[in-house]
C-alpha cells in the first residue's frame, strides 16, 4: 500500500477493555442521571432496517421520534431516524416540520459488496430523495484484504456523491474484530472524508461496544489535536439498556469532553433503546417504575 | 461547537471531501478537550455500615484484652478520630510471643487439610463481611472504596484461598524435602494495604504450620483487629495470630524478641536495614520487603493511550502508596510530547476526594507526615528546575490531599529521580534506545519492579531478562495475584510472597 496519511498505532486490546470497564463504575444519580438520559435521547438515530419495512411502519418510527414520551416528562426529539433508501421519501414527509433528520442506509448496505458505481447511485438517490446523512459500509473484504487504498477511495467518492448530506462511515467493527483494525479503519474514515464515524450495521454479532467506541473516540481525539476538526461518533446496535447509554456518555465525558456532548457529534444507533431510557425517565420523574404498555412502540 | 459554526458545516458546497471540516478546523491554540465537564456525578458514598468501637484491646491467645494506654488513629480523609487502640509494650508482646510459643506444638501437628479448613473458613468469612471490611479499610486509611472493594477485599479472600490449597500438600511442594514449621513469626506490615499486607504474611505462615505476632502499622490498625474477629468466627485455636498494636517501639520489641524464630517485615528501606542490622548474627530468619522507584518504560512503538492507562495505574493507585509504583516513567524522547499530552488530558479526569465515594479516583494521603514528606520532595523537584504538572480543581479544606502530578524535565540527578516519594507524583524522564533504557532503569539503589511497553514481544523478553527487578509487568501495571511471587532486588529487600515462593521463608527444609 502506498503510504497512508497518518501513523499507524498498534492497539492493546487488554489494557483498552480495562479502561472501557471503568466507565460503567461511574454512578450516577437524580439530576446527573436525568440529564444525561434526556441527552441520551435528544442523540438517538431510531433505527429501523428490515426487508418487511414499509411507509406504516416508518410512519410509527418517525412520530415516536419526534415525541419520543409524553409531554410531562419533557423529552426533546430524537436526532434522526434510520432508514433503508426507498424509505427516505416517506419519512421525510412524515417528519415534515420537525427537526428530526432522515438518515439513509446506502453504499449496498449492509455488505457493501456492490461495484462501487452502484453505491454512489444509491447514495445520490438517498440524498435526492432527502436523505439528510448517509450511513455507508466500507467494504470489510476490500479492508482485510489489505486494499487500503481501495476502502480510502471509496468513501471519498461516496463523501463527494453526498453532497451536503452528512456521511456517517460503518466500520463494522464486528467483522474488522481487532482493535488495531478499528483503529486503522478509523483513520481510514476520517481521512477520508467521514464527518461520523460509526461501529456497525446492527447485522452482525458483537455490535457496538464500550472498547471499540473508545478506540474510535481515541481516533477522533487524536484527529482533533493534530487538525482541528471534530469528528462525529456513532456506536450502533446492541446497545438495549438506559445504563449501558449512560456508560457511553460517561465515557464520552471523558474521553472527548463536553464540546462532544451534541446530538452533531455524537449519536446512538438503536431501535430497543428509546423504551428503556424513557422508562428510566418516567421512574425519575415519578419515582416508581411503569409497565412497558405505557411506552409507545416505535 | 457553535451553533453558527454547525449552520456554516451544513451550507458549504464540498469541493474536497474533508474541505468543509478543514473550514471550521480549531486553531491549535484553542485545541483543548473539556474533559469531565459534559455531565455532573452527583456523589455515591457507600453506605455499607461498619460498626467501630470507640477502644481497642491487643489480640492475645484468642480473645482480645482490655485496652491498654492507647493512641488515636484518624480517618485520613476527615482528620476524625476513629476509634483508640493500644499501644502495645514489651510485655504485652512478650506475652504475645508467649501465646503463639504455646500455640505452636499443637498447630504445627495438625495435618495440613486440617489447617487448610481453618484458611477456607476465613477465606470464606472475609468474603461474607468484604464489603464492611472494604469501608472500614478505606475509612482508616483513606484509599478509595473503589479500590479496597474490588482489588484490596478480593484479594485478601484470594491469598488465604491459595494457601489453603497449599496446606495439605506441602509434602508435595519441594520434591525430594520436607517442610517444616519455622516456629513463632514476627510479621510487621504497613499502612498502605493494612489488610491485604495482613492476608500477605497470615497466609502462607498459617499454612505452613507456624504461629504468628502480628504488628499492623500504626495508622492502620483498624482491618486487623477486625480480621481477629473473623479469626475468632473461624475457631482458629487460640494463640495461633496474635495482634499486637502500637507504633515503632511495638515493632522493635518484636523484632528484639528472643522467642521468635523468624522477621517478615514489610516497609521502608531505612526500618529495614535496621532491621537486618539487629538480626544479624541471632540466628533468626528475616524476608524484607522494601522501598522502590520502579521504572515504566514506554517504548516508541507501545500502544500509547494503553500505556499511559498503565502510567496512570503505575503512580496514582492508591495514591501512589506503592512500593512497586511506576514512579520513574522512561519513555523514549520522540514520544514524550505525545505522551505528556495525554496524560495531562488523562488526569483531568481523576477525581480526588471522599474516598468513600464510588466515583473518587484519588483518596486521601494516609497521614500528615507521609503528606509532609511528598510536599517536601515535590518542592525539591521545583527548586531543582522539573515543571510541576497539575489538574485544575481544589482540593477538599480538611484532611490529607495531593493531588495527582506529575514532572516533566526531570533528570537524573534530581532527587524525585532516585529518592521514593510514596504519593500521586510521576517523575517523566527520556531516553533514546534499549540499552540506554535499561541502563537507567536499573541505575537505582532499589529493585523491586518494572514495568515495559511496547508492542514488540522480541523487546519484551529481552528487557525482562536484563532488568534487574522482582516483578516486571509487560503492557500491563500493578496487576497482583496470590499465584505469582513477589518481592525485591538490592535495597527493595529479599524474601518471595505470593506463589510456591511465598510459602519458602515460612519453612525449614531437611
Not at chain 1, 198 to 226: C, N, Q, W
Not at chain 1, 279 to 290: H, K, N, V
Not at chain 2, 292 to 308: E, H, R, S, T, W
Amino acid at each position: 500500500m502506498p503510504s497512508l496519511p497518518f501513523v499507524r498505532r498498534p492497539i492493546d486490546q487488554v489494557m483498552t477493555e480495562e479502561r472501557a470497564a471503568a466507565f460503567t463504575k461511574r454512578s450516577l444519580k437524580a439530576a446527573a442521571k436525568l440529564a444525561g438520559l434526556k441527552l441520551a435521547v435528544s442523540m438517538m438515530d431510531l433505527t429501523t432496517l428490515e426487508g418487511k419495512d414499509t411507509p406504516g411502519k416508518v410512519q410509527h418510527l418517525c412520530r415516536k421520534a419526534i415525541a419520543p414520551g409524553e409531554p410531562r416528562l419533557d423529552v426533546p426529539s430524537c436526532a434522526a431516524v434510520c432508514v433503508y433508501p426507498n424509505l427516505v421519501r416517506a419519512a421525510k414527509r412524515f417528519l415534515a416540520g420537525s427537526s428530526v433528520k432522515v438518515a439513509a442506509v446506502a453504499t449496498a448496505f449492509p455488505s457493501g459488496l456492490m461495484p462501487l458505481a452502484v453505491k454512489l447511485e444509491d447514495t445520490r438517490i438517498a440524498v435526492e430523495d432527502g436523505a439528510d446523512e448517509i450511513d455507508m459500509v466500507i467494504d470489510r473484504g476490500v479492508f482485510l484484504r489489505g486494499e487500503y487504498r481501495q476502502v480510502f477511495d471509496e468513501i471519498a467518492a461516496v463523501k463527494t456523491a453526498c453532497g451536503p448530506a452528512h456521511l456517517k462511515v460503518i466500520l463494522e467493527t464486528g467483522e474488522l474484530v481487532t482493535l488495531d483494525n478499528v483503529r486503522l479503519a478509523s483513520e481510514l474514515a476520517i481521512h477520508a472524508g467521514a464527518d461520523f464515524i460509526k461501529t456497525s450495521t446492527g447485522k452482525v454479532t458483537p455490535a457496538a461496544t464500550l472498547p471499540v467506541t473508545l478506540v474510535m473516540l481515541e481516533t477522533i481525539r487524536d484527529h482533533f489535536y493534530a487538525t482541528g476538526v471534530r469528528i462525529g461518533m456513532k456506536p450502533a446496535g446492541g446497545i438495549r439498556t438506559a445504563k449501558e447509554a449512560l456508560a457511553y456518555l460517561v465515557m464520552l465525558n471523558e474521553t472527548l469532553g463536553a464540546d462532544w456532548m451534541t446530538p452533531d457529534l455524537f449519536r446512538f444507533g438503536a431501535s430497543t433503546l428509546a423504551n428503556d431510557v424513557l422508562m428510566q425517565i418516567a421512574r425519575l420523574a415519578d419515582g416508581r417504575y411503569q409497565s412497558p404498555e405505557y411506552f409507545s412502540l416505535p | 461547537m457553535t451553533t453558527k459554526k454547525l449552520a456554516a458545516r451544513k451550507t458549504a458546497a464540498p469541493l474536497h471531501p474533508n474541505a468543509t471540516a478543514h473550514a471550521l478546523a480549531v486553531p491549535p491554540s484553542e485545541r483543548r478537550l473539556r474533559l469531565g465537564e459534559g455531565l455532573a456525578y452527583a456523589p455515591a458514598p457507600e453506605t455499607t455500615p461498619v460498626k467501630i468501637d470507640a477502644t481497642y484491646g491487643l489480640f492475645l491467645d484468642g480473645a482480645f484484652t482490655k485496652p491498654g494506654k492507647t493512641f488515636a488513629t484518624l480517618n485520613p480523609a476527615t482528620e476524625r478520630e476513629l476509634a483508640r487502640v493500644t499501644a502495645a509494650t514489651a510485655k504485652d508482646v512478650d506475652r504475645a510471643v508467649q501465646a503463639a510459643r504455646r500455640a505452636l506444638p499443637a498447630w504445627s501437628a495438625l495435618p495440613g487439610a486440617e489447617r487448610g479448613k481453618y484458611l477456607f473458613r476465613i477465606a470464606r468469612l472475609i468474603q461474607e463481611h468484604a464489603r464492611e471490611l472494604a469501608v472500614l479499610e478505606t475509612m482508616d486509611g483513606g484509599k478509595t472504596i473503589k479500590e479496597s472493594r474490588d482489588i484490596d477485599l478480593p484479594l485478601v479472600a484470594a491469598h488465604f484461598f491459595y494457601y489453603a490449597g497449599w496446606a495439605d500438600k506441602l509434602p508435595y511442594a519441594f520434591p525430594g524435602r520436607t517442610p517444616h514449621p519455622v516456629g513463632v513469626c514476627g510479621q510487621i506490615i504497613p499502612w498502605n494495604f493494612p489488610l491485604l499486607m495482613a492476608a500477605w504474611k497470615l497466609a502462607p505462615a498459617l499454612a505452613a504450620g507456624n504461629t504468628v505476632v502480628l504488628k499492623p502499622a500504626e495508622t492502620t490498625p483498624l482491618t486487623a483487629l477486625h480480621l481477629a474477629r473473623i479469626l475468632q468466627q473461624a475457631e482458629l485455636p487460640p494463640g495461633v495470630v496474635n495482634i499486637v498494636t502500637g507504633a515503632g517501639e511495638t515493632g522493635a520489641a518484636l523484632v528484639n524478641h528472643s522467642g521468635v524464630d523468624k522477621i517478615a517485615f514489610t516497609g521502608s528501606t531505612d526500618v529495614g536495614k535496621r532491621i537486618a542490622a539487629t538480626l544479624a548474627g541471632t540466628g533468626k530468619k528475616l524476608t524484607l520487603e522494601l522501598g522502590g522507584k520502579a521504572a515504566n518504560i514506554v517504548f516508541d512503538d507501545a500502544p500509547l493511550d494503553q500505556a499511559v492507562e498503565g502510567i496512570i495505574a503505575g503512580i496514582y493507585f492508591n495514591q501512589g502508596h506503592v512500593c512497586c509504583a511506576g514512579s520513574r516513567l522512561l519513555v523514549q524522547e520522540n514520544i514524550h510530547d505525545e505522551i505528556v499530552r495525554r496524560l495531562r488530558d488523562r488526569i483531568a479526569t481523576l477525581r480526588v476526594g471522599d474516598p468513600l465515594d464510588k466515583n473518587t479516583d484519588i483518596g486521601a494521603i494516609n497521614s500528615r507526615p507521609q503528606l509532609e514528606k511528598i510536599r517536601e520532595l515535590v518542592a525539591s523537584g521545583q527548586a531543582e528546575g522539573a515543571q510541576l504538572h497539575q489538574p485544575a480543581g481544589r482540593l477538599p479544606q480538611t484532611g490529607y490531599w495531593f493531588a495527582p502530578s506529575f514532572f516533566t524535565g526531570v533528570t537524573a540527578s534530581h532527587r524525585i529521580a532516585r529518592e521514593e516519594i510514596f504519593g500521586p507524583v510521576l517523575s517523566i524522564l527520556t531516553f533514546r534506545t534499549p540499552e540506554e533504557a535499561l541502563e537507567r532503569a536499573n541505575h537505582t539503589p532499589y529493585g523491586l519492579s518494572a514495568g515495559v511497553w511496547t508492542d514488540k514481544g522480541s523487546k519484551i523478553f529481552k528487557l525482562a531478562a536484563k532488568l534487574r527487578a522482582g516483578v516486571i509487568w509487560a503492557n500491563t501495571y500493578n496487576k497482583f495475584d496470590p499465584t505469582s511471587p513477589f518481592g525485591g532486588y538490592k535495597e527493595s529487600g529479599f524474601g518471595r510472597e505470593g506463589g510456591l515462593h511465598g510459602l519458602l521463608p515460612y519453612v525449614t527444609l531437611r
